[in-house]
């Protein structure tokens, strides 16, 4: 069943990994060379990214809804406090439902761009884990033919001792220390890269109220559980995988810090680090035009000056002062 379930996520990846070997074999490259594998799968990495970006979008959209729905949560929430029956819980979630829908918000959008990522990534993991095998028989995997699957087994990276379809525990026939060296490094940047990225969106791109609320306490729970469990299972992942993961987290980490800087939450430490880069520069807080702010600022100078006016003295006062 799980065969069938990812024989086409398989296919696109042997077809997407065709392409770009085919490309820079036809530049110059050595079709066997270890670096012109680690850029087909780079290819393959940057494409799926680009697919992903409506999808980040929209967990980015979602995320902003949620934050914003935490007041009328909270109200749902001590509305139904301490009712058990299921026609209270029933009731409860119809009215969380419509709010979500109201804001077009999901709570499972902010796992999106990785559960859409996660067949590609076993996709490759299945190719990657054949290549012995077709290799040792002169068969093809799927789009790539035999030639290039024995080409793949005979790509060695790093001063041509790492195989990239060896892991960990399956060194290979490069040479064993070097590859599990350069493995154990991979593993930790993939982990290091994705702990990073899921905390980048949690501490500069949630406004304060957001952070009080039970969503952000769940959020910092996963922050932790997604990179440990691949952190785990890092072991097993081939090489070649391993670098299309680390590359992937690099891609989120540098798209998050783009859009978390350029179009930051509301109330969050990012917009007000935005409204602080605009006030340099003499532009007016986000979502205010000019002539708001200049308003805004006068009418402070305003509130100031009256409060600093000298308070009315009573006669008595006065006429201790002339004396």
Known sequence: MLDVILWPFQWIVSAVLWVFHTIFTAIGMDPASGLTWVLAIIGLTLVMRTLTIPLFLKQIKSMRGMQELQPELAKLQKKYKGKTDQLS????????????????????????PIL????IFFGLFRVLNGVPTAAANNE???????????QFHDAFIIFNQVPLFSTMMKPGDGNHAMTIAVAAILVILMTLSMFYSQKQLGAKNMSDAAKESP????????????????????INFPIGVLVYWTISNFWSVG????????????????????????????LPPVGKTKEEHERELAEARERATRGQRQQPIGKKRQKQQKK
């Open 140 to 150: 093809g995997i799927l789009v790539l033919t035999p030639q290039m699957v024995k």
């Open 116 to 119: 859409v990522q996660m067949p």
């Open 255 to 282: 798209q998050q810090w783009w859009v978390i800087r350029n179009n930051p939450t509301p109330g969050s430490q990012a917009e007000r680090e935005l409204n602080e880069r605009r006030a340099a520069k003499g």
């Open 215 to 234: 969503m952000y306490r769940q959020q910092q729970i996963m922050l932790y559980v997604f990179p440990l469990i691949f952190l785990i299972s890092g």
């Open 89 to 112: 819980r029933q009731a409860m979630a119809q009215e969380q439902m419509e709010l979500y829908r109201k804001t077009g918000s999901n709570p499972l959008a902010s796992c999106l």
